[in-house]
């Protein structure tokens, strides 16, 4: 036991350092880190009890032991983005204690002690692994989490049924005996491992999290270079087996230090992602979108032949005229079109003539949309084609 309260004061340690990193990221983790504390303190009433009242020693160790874990059911809710039921804490937190507390000052009965605080904890470690399983990440971390909980949750619950049915004597564990040490060891052990398999969740959050912020833009929330650069190597080796045409648009905003100047540099903020957002709504699933720095957006589109992309490029430029609805100032963009020349084409090649295609459309007066000379032969040769089918 000893061992067990060190080691929940050292992760509730670990919990709240990770919680002042990450706390808008990764919720609950200040929920756990309290409720762990608890567990340390109702460890401490309860080598207490043979020097101090029952009513401040065994009274207070229920209550805290109770609040804790209730408190973790709370931090797994806010983990999964569910509003922490409040009501139902303090409720069943009341009761409990109201319980306990009249089974030990007023009419003793130590198997109903023991089995209001073990229905009422059951509620608690049954509520999180309803979580789990209903909101958690299919991957080993949550149904390891899950089952370490449900597995709590029935132990808790037979140690209820058997106080009410055999007496409070079957699961006294002041009372040197086997199944006393076998329940108190697997609950200090149970203990440890709840702990460790809601860092388990936690830590691949976190890992997610911190994958999300090396491939994608803080401010746009679309990819980065980086992450652009994974996406393209992954569509090129499809080029190579399929053979399917690749097309990139090179886009940037028209006059947007003249935004910054007049508006400042919150409102370019603002209107950045709201490009960003146009464009994505624009494309198809299997396009994708990334800010390449400043006011430069680009997007790769698999499978799109040169003509269908101006089309998608007129879309974007289209929707960017009409009124936005957030009071954001009007802004227009030029882009540049560029079709894969072959698959021995390197991502900076094509960039460089989808950039040649854009800085085009600058010089010819903005707002429009020029392809690159390669991806007008190719859609000259695809009309073509059509016209013949046609005849």
């Not at 809601?198 to 746009?220: C, K, N, W, Y």
């Not at 652009?228 to 905003?253: C, H, M, W």
């Not at 000379?373 to 190719?378: C, E, G, H, I, P």
Request: charged share 15%.
């Amino acid at each position: 036991m000893l061992m067990t309260t060190l080691m929940c004061g050292a992760m509730s340690i670990v919990m709240f350092s990770v919680y002042r990193s990450f706390r808008r990221e990764v919720h609950g983790l200040g929920h756990w880190s309290a409720g762990l504390l608890l567990l340390v303190q109702a460890s401490f009433l309860f080598n207490m009890r043979d020097s101090w009242p029952d009513a401040v020693a065994l009274l207070g160790a229920n209550t805290v032991l109770m609040l804790g874990i209730g408190l973790s059911m709370l931090g797994t809710e806010k983990f999964y983005g569910q509003g922490p039921s409040l009501r139902c804490y303090a409720l069943a937190c009341g009761l409990g204690v109201a319980g306990i507390a009249w089974w030990l000052l007023v009419t003793p009965d130590f198997s109903r002690r023991v089995a209001v605080f073990s229905f009422i904890v059951f509620f608690f470690y049954a509520r999180q692994a309803q979580l789990v399983f209903a909101h958690g990440e299919r991957h080993f971390s949550s149904f390891f989490f899950g089952a370490l909980m449900l597995l709590q949750a029935c132990v808790v619950l037979l140690r209820g049924g058997m106080a009410l049915w055999h007496g409070g004597a079957s699961v006294d564990l002041t009372v040197a005996g086997t199944q006393a040490s076998i329940y108190l060891a697997v609950a200090n052990f149970m203990a440890l491992l709840l702990t460790v398999g809601f860092m388990t969740v936690a830590t691949r959050r976190l890992q997610t999290i911190l994958e999300r912020r090396s491939t994608h833009d803080p401010l746009t929330q679309v990819l980065n270079r980086r992450g652009f650069g994974d996406v393209y190597e992954r569509e090129k080796a499809n080029l190579r087996r399929k053979g399917q045409p690749l097309t990139l648009l090179s886009i940037d905003l028209d006059f947007f230090k003249s935004i910054n100047d007049r508006y400042g540099h919150a409102m370019g903020d603002k209107v950045l992602a709201h490009v960003a957002r146009i464009i994505g709504g624009a494309l198809r699933d299997t396009d994708c979108v990334a800010r390449f720095g400043g006011e430069e957006f680009v997007v790769l589109m698999p499978d799109m032949a040169p003509h269908n992309a101006l089309g998608v490029a007129e879309r974007i430029r289209t929707l960017l005229h009409e009124p936005n609805g957030h009071g954001l100032p009007p802004c227009t963009v030029s882009i540049g079109v560029a079709c894969q020349a072959s698959v021995l084409e390197e991502l900076d090649q094509l960039l460089s003539r989808a950039d040649a295609a854009l800085y085009l459309a600058k010089e010819n007066g903005r707002d429009r949309i020029e392809c690159d000379v390669l991806s007008v032969t190719v859609v000259r040769t695809m009309s073509a084609a059509g016209s013949d089918t046609g005849r």
